[in-house]
């Protein structure tokens, strides 16, 4: 999750990137760990490559306090195959979570995960691809796959999926219910007027 407060994030082609901290890293490891750098979002951690118009684009949406990072058409080293993902930064102090934790959005245009990581040297890397995060420490974070390996539980990814990671638990609420009933009524206005006035006190 990106809790402590970052202004600038470092973006690489192999499809990762880190918070305020330069390591390239094309050869990817199980999440978390030490293998690559700290305080990583691996949302296509493999081998890629710019070739053929494939493009790595970043926005700042002020408006809907969003940061995307999109490599756009990129190609797997190994198989030449076409890759379209993005990442979304939700900005914690807008997307509110129970942990003050910002909210991160991976999504798969075009996800083809073909590098099982033997070339033509003695040496096999790669595994697949990687996607999860890990914290400062590389000893915290979450790995959704790796080595083309999924949990039980995990949704297999493909051509237009997405994973959203956060620390909302199972009772994600309706957008707009702010005091969690499951409705949307008069409550949840006085909610968001009292935040918007810095209202602290009880009702």
Known sequence: MVKSMTRSVYVQMVG???V???????????????GGPAKMIAVFWDDLKLSNGGRVYTWHDQIEKKFY?????????QNNSLETFQAVL??????ITPTGDGE?????????NTS????SWDQIHGNYCSVG???HTMTRGLQYTFNDTYHDAAMELSDETAVLITTRGSDMRLEGDLNYDEVIDIYDLMLLVDFNLGYKGDR
């Not at 305020?20 to 030490?34: D, H, T």
């Open 90 to 95: 939700y900005d914690p102090s807008y997307y």
């Open 69 to 77: 990072v999109e490599w756009s058409e990129v190609r797997t080293y």
């Open 104 to 112: 991160i959005l991976l999504q798969y245009k075009e996800f083809n």
């Open 20 to 34: 305020r901290q330069i390591l390239e890293s094309f050869r990817n490891y199980q999440m978390p760990g030490v």
């Open 116 to 119: 099982y990581g033997s070339y």
């Open 16 to 18: 990762s990137q880190w």
């Open 133 to 135: 995060i890990e914290d």
